[in-house]
């Protein structure tokens, strides 16, 4: 019996034996399955169930997966300069050109209007030198900065461009003349020759020249606001002063002769400000007189201002006009300019050392320099 059944397997003839042997075999298999796959657990058959997705997905949507490419590196085109004898039609031309020779090379130009706003957020025009143009792209990032410039020059075009990159320093010139019916391909030479590699080009160099960029800029910031918020020097301590002056002035009378006047002058002081003083000052004044020297009582009254110098705290510059009258002879206007110490302990010195002079007698008007020396002696301490 087996021998028959072998026998009609290996002729291919049917069998019903051999028909249900091979059922009974794929339903054994079919059970093992099931059986196998009802003691998997939950979170195995999930993952499972998710790798097939997965990779379904990805099989479904690999048409629209994009071709991946570099980024390309900005670069500030500023709009061509020229002469004013040049048509306009000149510098659309050549921008179009380096526009498109850019785009070849892997550069992005900015855009015209993106190029104008950018100039105008920095405060930097469009005629402006490469100096201040290179700062601007380092700060913003941007690769390189490009102007180029045409002009005429014996029946020829000449076209010059200026190249500065955000990574290094320094600036690349170059120029080409050319007749007007090859002034696209000597433009194309032209960049060819002095246009980097957009692979030269060192991303952590420009990085780094901007963090400096802007680490400079905030040093500057703080020092401007530093000096911007620095309490005033000199800075009031007291209400009030007294002071004790000596000088000698000399000078031509207007109309004749030369004279000395010997003075000596106290002046009362208030200071309402940190800066600012209102003065009375009274003195003698020995002035040459019709019959040889004579004497004299001035008064006038003076207004100053003192003006400090820059990181120096006990320093400053006063300034000072004063107006009076000179008894028995007529008015008298004095100014001067000088230099003004604080001392400690509620003391001053002062030098007058430009101080005209103009002061009228009963014959003529007089004109003269005088230099003094002082000492003031504050008091009424202002409560800090």
Not at 175 to 204: N, W
Not at 336 to 347: C, E, M, Q, R, Y
């Amino acid at each position: 019996m087996r021998a028959r059944r072998s026998s009609a397997l290996r002729l291919g003839v049917d069998c019903p034996d051999c028909d249900r042997m091979r059922w009974s075999a794929l339903i054994r298999i079919a059970a093992f399955a099931c059986l196998v796959l009802a003691c998997v657990p939950p979170s195995v058959s999930a993952q499972i169930r998710t790798s097939f997705e997965e990779a379904d997905q990805l099989t479904q949507g690999g048409d629209e997966l994009s071709v991946p490419r570099p980024t390309r590196l900005e670069v500030l085109l500023l709009e061509t300069r020229r002469d004013p004898r040049i048509d306009p039609v000149v510098g659309n031309f050549i921008d179009a050109r380096v526009r498109f020779a850019l785009s070849e090379a892997g550069w992005e130009a900015l855009s015209k209007s993106d190029a104008r706003a950018l100039l105008r957020a920095d405060r930097v025009s469009d005629g402006a030198s490469m100096g201040p143009l290179r700062r601007l792209i380092v700060r913003e990032e941007i690769a390189l900065v490009i102007v180029p410039i045409v002009y005429a020059s014996q029946g020829k075009y000449v076209v010059a461009l200026w190249i500065a990159r955000g990574d290094v320093d320094g600036v690349v010139a170059a120029q080409v003349a050319s007749e007007a019916a090859t002034l696209g391909p000597a433009i194309d030479v032209l960049l060819e020759a002095k246009l980097p590699s957009v692979l030269e080009f060192d991303r952590q160099a420009a990085r780094n020249a901007a963090e400096q960029a802007e680490e400079d800029e905030r040093l500057l910031a703080d020092a401007y606001r530093s000096a911007r918020t620095r309490s005033a020097s000199p800075k009031r301590t007291h209400w009030a002063a007294i002071s004790l002056s000596a000088g000698s002035a000399i000078g031509p009378a207007i109309t004749r002769d030369r004279f000395s006047i010997h003075m000596l002058r106290t002046r009362l002081e208030l200071r309402p400000r940190d800066r600012l003083g209102l003065g009375l000052i009274m003195g003698y004044a020995n002035l040459p007189g019709q019959g040889g020297r004579a004497h004299n009582l001035p008064i006038l009254g003076e207004i100053n201002y003192r003006v400090p110098i820059a990181g120096v705290e006990r320093f400053s510059v006063p300034i000072r006009f004063a107006m009076g009258y000179l008894p028995f002879n007529g008015p008298i206007m004095r100014t001067s300019v000088g230099l003004h110490v604080d001392l400690p302990k509620d003391w001053e010195i002062g030098f007058d050392l430009l101080s005209p002079t103009v002061f009228r007698s009963p014959s003529r008007l007089h004109f003269a320099f005088d230099l003094a020396f002082e000492v003031t002696r504050r008091f009424g301490r202002v409560a800090p």
